[in-house]
């Protein structure tokens, strides 16, 4: 877990900066969570540590233990946990979900993301990164796994008659024998479905690969947007691309905001010029490389603008961030720490800065204007942001009607309102998958 969406949060008064590691702040704070009625917490994750850690915590807790621990301290929010299919394998990772969906009642998800990180691929023995067409050609053989082993049980397999001694009936078990260009999978887990059937896939990417992922696989897609009419358009673009793999109901998509809250406005941009304050130097540079400009070829007060980025020059952000930054830079320029705020940290998620009630206001007008079927709310500070956005924000929404005031089920699906899966056994067995060559 990190400090907040600016990993340099832990530098500031108000955070204690081994709060990170204390598994007693995070039940907590899921704890406070699920009094406001929050659908999922969610946590990142990412397999090997960099220079980077100089400056803030990377991944911490591996998000499948900690989240056990979680689940035994509540009794109805989801938890939302990130695993590569990158650098893991698509059994264990399956068996793994599925024991944390049995033990939570129902209210575990996968968030399945590629990996991109150099430390990784030399942690796992490669001696480069897998290719990106690579990576999304294995993700997409991974997910094949992955629900063809979590449908492999019909509702009805678990018998558990005294009288004929039957436990399970093996006709009703449908083990799958996969074997595509990544991945030879044959056989089922020993857990049958799940409270909400199976656990819930989250998805991320901004891609055509990422954006094909999400439309085969995902119940939910996160979503970066730094203008309204970016957001709507990747709406579009993915239900375009669910119903091209014959999904007419697109998954439901979450969109990345990051919050930083104060009493008034001007505490607000107080809070905001510490938090740019605390990054130190390199994260100007490091912004400007995501977006291709080289270091020292602007000045701190000089505007960067849409021209100033050549069309084709590839930077170092995901196409989520660039897609996302670009269409502000349409709008209007900004110098490099104003481009750092607004696009919090340089992580590409828009950051709205303001009382409770303005971020009410916010919050209401984007989903009114069509950008998402709800947002993923990022502190920019754990120790202020995530507090004042549960205790103050959402019962601003709540009285206006905006967010709930109960929880719909017991299950994670329940509560997004997605619809349980197809009964298992309908097509659990996973045919031959040609292999195909890597881009």
Known sequence: MQPGHFRTAWRLPDHDPRAVLDIGHVARLSEHAERAKIHAVFLGDGPGSTAAIARGPESGIDPTILFAHLFARTSRIGAIATSSTTYNEPYNLARRYSALDHVSGGRAALNAVTTLNPAAAAAFGYEQELPKAERYERAEEFL????????????DALVADRESGLYADPDRIHPIDYRGAHFRVRGSLSLPESAQGRPLIVQAGGSAGGVRLGARFADLVFTVAQTQDRARRFRQELAAAALAVGRPTPPQTSLGV??????????????????????????????????????????????????????????????????????????????TRELLLRSAAGNGHRLVLGTPEQIADDLDAWFDAGT?????????????????????????????????????????????????????????????RPAASAG
């Open 144 to 155: 094949e796994v992955v629900t063809g082993l979590w449908g492999a049980w019909q509702p």
């Open 258 to 335: 990051v919050l930083l809250i104060g009493s008034t406005e001007e505490e607000a941009r107080r809070r905001g010029e510490a938090l740019l304050d605390s990054l130190g130097e390199e994260a100007g540079e490091q912004l400007l490389a995501q977006l291709g400009i080289p270091a020292g070829s602007i000045g701190p007060e000089q505007l960067i603008t849409r021209e100033l980025i050549a069309p084709g020059v590839a930077g170092r952000g995901s196409d989520g961030f660039q897609a996302s930054t670009l269409a502000l830079l349409e709008e209007r320029s900004f110098t």
């Open 372 to 432: 998402a079927d709800g947002f993923t709310i990022m502190s920019a500070d754990n120790a202020v942001d995530a507090p004042a956005f549960l205790d103050e924000v959402v019962p601003i929404l709540q009285g206006r009607g905006s967010f709930r005031t109960e929880y719909r089920g017991a299950t994670l699906r329940e509560n997004y309102g997605i619809p349980f899966p197809e009964p298992a056994g309908v097509g659990a067995t996973v045919p031959d």
